[in-house]
């Protein structure tokens, strides 16, 4: 199985920035991405960032431009840089892998999640 542990989150003012991060082991195959998610109350969990095994990313809209997600060469982790932090941003975010843990089997996995509350 393929285990997530985040770190980062905590409570900052509008306009302040937080880095995350994620740091996956476990019976790692293949990892073909890795990324965040976030879910705030009342809403349904959605794509922040990810980015692949060839190195190509994806963003929300809402944050293009503010957050920067990479990745740990050599290493299965990644960092979410978030800068300009927006009360909007308050969510709990979670960390996600899709990874191949034989040539054949495959799934998407998640962290337990780390709070992050942009409160003035």
């Known amino acids: 199985q393929v285990q997530l542990v985040e770190s980062g989150g905590g409570l900052v003012q509008p306009g302040q920035s937080l880095t995350l991060s994620c740091v996956a082991s476990g019976s790692i195959f293949h990892m073909v991405a890795m990324g965040w998610y976030r879910q705030a109350p009342g809403k349904e969990r959605e794509l922040v960032a990810t980015?692949?095994?060839?190195?190509?990313?994806n963003y929300a809209d809402s944050v293009k431009g503010r957050f920067t997600i990479s990745r740990t060469n050599g290493k299965n982790a990644v960092l979410l840089q978030m800068d300009s932090l927006k009360p909007e941003d308050t969510a709990v975010y979670y960390c996600n892998t899709r990874s191949y843990i034989t040539a054949v089997e495959w799934g998407d996995y998640w962290g337990p999640g780390t709070q992050v509350t942009v409160s003035s």
């Open positions: 980015i692949n095994s060839g190195g190509g990313y």
